[in-house]
């Protein structure tokens, strides 16, 4: 008996060993340091297949994002909608919920011009309560729809001005680079900040330790300096179309951009989320204009290039970062007929489903046909493997320094 018993406890010893083992990897970091979030903001799979036409012809090498090796569908409809705007898309990615077009993670369904109270927890939120440095870029206004979704909670996509005071003062996202601040505007229910309020808000983001650069040159000397918060505001709108650069042109690159929140955001030992947004080629697409498009896809491409580059550098990065690159919906309704011949069914964005690629942990359940809500989960619990389920901030609710009662998110929800 003793001998049985003694015998058992070995096995069971054994036995929870081996379950731990199985177990452990999981538990103690199989999931992703950092995020890499990539929205070619419109562009659908005849947009890509245009942009690789022009770009090498019609049997011509396949750009860099298609070589990641994860591919999936995404439906895309939004709350209320079968056709979702970019505000909805970013919305159900950020925070795994549908929203109505132009809510940024934000519901206010009795329509008082407030987000309903809990707010939903974004995956930006998510990663800041991990410790994690946090960056946007974008080629739009940086406060423009899908980045504003990862960083800020308001009732409309508007709302601009206030999305950049959340983007500094809330979320306090360690990197900022793009167009300009936008204003707020009608339907938002707050007042425009106006230029003077725009000064005051730098101010305060220089008081909060950012550097403030306008120009490629300040921005490659900060980034030299080592400077740990950045905010570049290259433009006062958006930044110019990728086709129309100038040779000398003063405002960076998607790809320069990209490069420099890594440099930034690389420095963090808990990781980084970085969200980066080809923002025009949905413009492109809206005014049916093909080098408008083809330059925009090119330039984004550029920028999946560069973190391909970054990850080349150190094996450690590539295992330990989780690739996305989604676009959000398609616009135009574009049809590819002859080698020149191409047919655009809309000058708005349609309902169909739009692709994703993806590689690195967590990446295997970004395969097949999801919804875009789906990403989200996928991207949290990623994140939570990382951290491990002993980890008592994978237990919500989070003592989030942002906004009030937050709703709580359990790993295994
Ligand atoms: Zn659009």
Redesign the pocket.
């Known amino acids: 008996m003793r001998a049985w018993k003694n015998a058992f406890g070995a096995s069971v010893g054994i036995l929870l060993a081996g379950m731990l083992l199985a177990v452990g990897p999981a538990q103690g970091g199989s999931g992703a340091r950092n995020v890499i979030f990539m929205v070619p903001d419109?562009m659908g799979l005849a947009h890509l297949t245009l942009a690789r036409r022009h770009l090498g012809g019609v049997d011509g090498p396949p750009l860099a994002l298609e070589s990641l090796a994860k591919v999936g569908l995404q439906r895309t409809y939004s709350e209320g909608g079968a056709v979702t705007?970019?505000a909805a898309a970013a919305s159900a990615w950020a925070c795994g919920e549908k929203f109505a077009n132009g809510r940024i993670s934000c519901h206010d369904r009795n329509e008082d011009g407030h987000c309903d109270i809990p707010l939903p927890l974004t995956l930006m939120e998510i990663a800041r309560v991990r410790g994690k440095s946090l960056g946007l870029v974008a080629t739009s206004t940086v406060t423009h729809a899908t980045p504003a979704a990862f960083a800020a909670h308001v009732p409309s996509r508007k709302c601009e001005a206030e999305i950049a005071r959340q983007y500094l003062e809330e979320t306090e996202v360690e990197v900022v680079l793009g167009g300009g601040f936008g204003d707020n505007e009608a339907p938002c229910p707050f007042p425009p900040m106006g230029s003077a309020g725009r000064a005051r808000l730098l101010e305060e983001a220089e008081r909060l330790g950012y550097a403030v650069v306008t120009d490629r040159s300040d921005l490659r000397r900060s980034i030299q300096e080592g400077t740990p918060r950045i905010l570049g505001l290259f433009a006062r709108g958006p930044l110019i179309p990728a086709h129309r650069r100038p040779p000398n042109c003063r405002e960076p690159s998607l790809a320069e951009m990209t490069r420099a929140a890594l440099t930034v955001l690389e420095k963090d030992p808990d990781g980084f989320f970085l969200v980066v947004e080809g923002s025009q080629i949905?413009w492109g697409a809206?005014r049916h204009d093909i080098p408008y498009v083809v330059g925009e896809i090119s330039a984004f491409d550029k920028a999946v290039q560069e973190v391909q580059r970054w990850m080349d550098e150190d094996p450690h990065r590539a295992r330990e970062t989780l690739l996305i690159v989604a676009p959000d919906h398609e616009?135009g309704g574009l049809t590819l007929l002859g080698p020149r011949e191409t047919q655009w069914a809309t000058r708005r964005?349609t309902g169909v489903d739009v692709p994703l690629w993806s590689q690195g942990p967590g990446s295997k359940a970004l395969q097949g046909t999801l919804d875009n809500v789906e990403v989200f989960r996928v991207v949290r619990d990623s994140l939570h493997a990382r951290a491990g389920a002993e980890d008592p901030r994978t237990v919500g609710p989070f003592p989030l320094p942002v906004r009030s009662a937050p709703k709580p998110i359990h790993p295994t929800e």
């Open positions: 419109g705007d970019s949905d809206h616009t964005h």
